[in-house]
């Protein structure tokens, strides 16, 4: 017999459409056989030591199951408590309890505290959707917190999750370590520069020596000794006083 539970969604699709049905028919079957057999079981919530037919019990996410009773008096308690987001009891779970199954299931009867539970988390849903553009530092509303985005002032494409230029193909603890590198090339590119390089008293742009004359003549066209930096001129060697001498290692 097929079952909800086990169903392989791939292969199903591939099955003809009479298959299909089949199939389909089965798995209510099943369920509805298994929600019977269910009826019949009890279930010993360790919270209250009671023991509580299985369709009065409520399962979380996290695998964790209790008695309606005690999960209702625990949402309960922690709505009160104006905690923002309510969680499983079980003692070091922290699994949330979505607000669908809080509906689904009819885990709260105060229909008060329901709403200012429900507003408290419309709140802060609103107020972490709110980002400012890491260019032009406008307010912008992103609905997901993972992924591209991009702001309609400026255009400009950022990483919902840590706000840095757009990394695809990289996670963004991937993109910090390719930043990180970059940043000690580019400190080691200046370093070299400052070593390997003079600025030019005209254009300000820095040139390298690449051979033994001194007799430097730069992209801007101004032409310089390289030793004491002065302006060049077809006596530099003969009346210099800072003895400069046109070749040198």
């Known amino acids: 017999m097929y079952s909800i539970y086990s169903l392989d969604i791939e292969e199903f699709l591939l099955q003809p459409n009479e298959k299909r049905l089949f199939i389909l028919e089965e798995c209510v079957k099943s369920y509805r056989a298994r929600q019977e057999h269910e009826k019949m079981l009890t279930f010993n919530c360790s919270v209250c030591m009671e023991d509580v037919p299985f369709d009065d019990t409520y399962i ?3 695998g964790h199951r209790f008695c309606k009773s005690c999960v209702r008096d625990s949402i309960k308690y922690q709505m009160k408590q104006t905690w923002e987001k309510v969680h499983c ?3 070091g779970c922290f699994q949330v309890i979505d607000i669908s199954d809080i509906l689904l299931y009819n885990l709260i009867e105060d229909k008060a505290l329901l709403q200012n539970y429900t507003e408290r988390l419309d709140k802060k849903t609103f107020e972490t959707s709110i980002k400012l553009c890491p260019k032009c ?3 912008l509303f992103l609905v997901c917190d993972k992924g ?7 255009e400009y494409t ?6 840095e230029p757009w990394h695809v193909g990289r996670t963004c603890e991937q993109w910090k370590e390719f930043i990180k590198n970059e940043d000690e090339n580019k400190e080691r590119m200046v370093q070299w520069i400052k070593q390997n390089t003079k600025i030019c008293p005209r ?3 820095p040139i390298q020596k690449n051979g033994g004359c001194n007799h430097m003549t730069c992209r801007c066209g101004h032409q310089f000794c390289w030793l004491c930096m002065a302006d060049y001129n077809s006596n530099h060697w003969s009346t210099n006083t800072t003895g400069c001498r046109q070749f040198t290692n």
């Open 60 to 62: 979380n996410v996290c």
């Open 89 to 91: 009891q079980e003692g």
């Open 137 to 139: 530092h406008k307010e």
């Open 148 to 154: 591209m985005a991009a702001c309609v002032y400026c």
């Open 158 to 163: 950022f990483c919902r999750e840590c706000l």
């Open 203 to 205: 254009c300000k742009n």
